[in-house]
Nanobody, 121 residues
Framework: QVQLVESGGGLVQPGGSLRLSCAASGNILSINVMGWYRQAPGKQRELVATITSGGVPNYADSMEGRFTISRDNAKSTVALQMNSLKPEDTAVYYC???????????????WGQGTQVTVSS
């Protein structure tokens, strides 16, 4: 079994910062791409950022310059530093990872349970 557990969400004022973290655990053989997605009320889930196992990031256009994704391969974690937050960044943020396990030796996508980020004054 594999688990992705997010932390770090909360309420922040416009212009503020938050740091989200996600830790993968379980019967993990290898982790490929890790990333963050978000879903606002009434909207589809959308890409925020991804990062390869080699540390190459990719950002959605509206996040680049404000958000920074990073990962620690030794700890199987991925983080999202969010700066200059806007009310439109309010959403549930989900961690995602492509993980191969010792029993299923091919990459499958796993999702965390989500963490709420609310940007409001």
């Amino acid at each position: 079994q594999v688990q992705l557990v997010e932390s770090g969400g909360g309420l922040v004022q416009p212009g503020g910062s938050l740091r989200l973290s996600c830790a993968a655990s379980g019967n993990i053989l290898s982790i490929n791409v890790m990333g963050w997605y978000r879903q606002a009320p009434g909207k589809q889930r959308e890409l925020v950022a991804t990062i390869t196992s080699g540390g190459v990031p990719n950002y959605a256009d509206s996040m680049e310059g404000r958000f920074t994704i990073s990962r620690d391969n030794a700890k199987s974690t991925v983080a999202l530093q969010m700066n200059s937050l806007k009310p439109e960044d309010t959403a549930v943020y989900y961690c995602n990872a492509e993980i191969a396990t010792f029993t299923r030796r091919y990459y499958a996508k796993y999702w965390g349970q989500g963490t709420q980020v609310t940007v409001s004054s």
